[in-house]
Nanobody, 127 residues
Framework: QVQLVESGGGLVQAGGSLRVSCEAS????????MGWFRQAPGKEREFVAA????????GYADSVKGRFTISRDNAKNTVYLQMNSLKPDDTGVYYC????????????????????WGQGTQVTVSS
């Protein structure tokens, strides 16, 4: 299993930007497809963005398309989520997730497809 540690969360005003990071350790990072999910109080965990092993294929939830960008640096064992034009509805705990896969071209959008999770980082967007 790969170990994941998120960082970069915080409090930001609506319309602002924030970048969260997730550093992996323990396994070869390039062997993992990565994803970001979030969970607001009283709500289920939801998909935000995902990226394949190579970093050349990405997917986004409709609610964040055009505002969020997922990227990865395999040399630094890190995946990023750049969040722009933030809205109060983006508030929640953001989790990164990893799925070891031999398929380099695919990314995954369902939580049960991932087998390693970070502890989460809080993002709060004030109105």
């Amino acid at each position: 299993q790969v170990q994941l540690v998120e960082s970069g969360g915080g409090l930001v005003q609506a319309g602002g930007s924030l970048r969260v990071s997730c550093e992996a350790s323990g396994r070869t990072f390039s062997g993992y497809a990565m994803g970001w999910f979030r969970q607001a109080p009283g709500k289920e965990r939801e998909f935000v963005a995902a990226i394949n092993r190579r970093g050349d294929s990405t997917g986004y939830a409709d609610s964040v398309k055009g505002r969020f960008t997922i990227s990865r640096d395999n040399a630094k064992n890190t995946v990023y989520l750049q969040m722009n034009s933030l809205k109060p509805d983006d508030t929640g705990v953001y989790y990164c997730a990893a799925r070891g896969t031999p398929v380099s071209g695919s990314y995954y959008t369902i939580p049960t497809h991932y087998n390693s999770w970070g502890q989460g980082t809080q993002v709060t967007v004030s109105s």
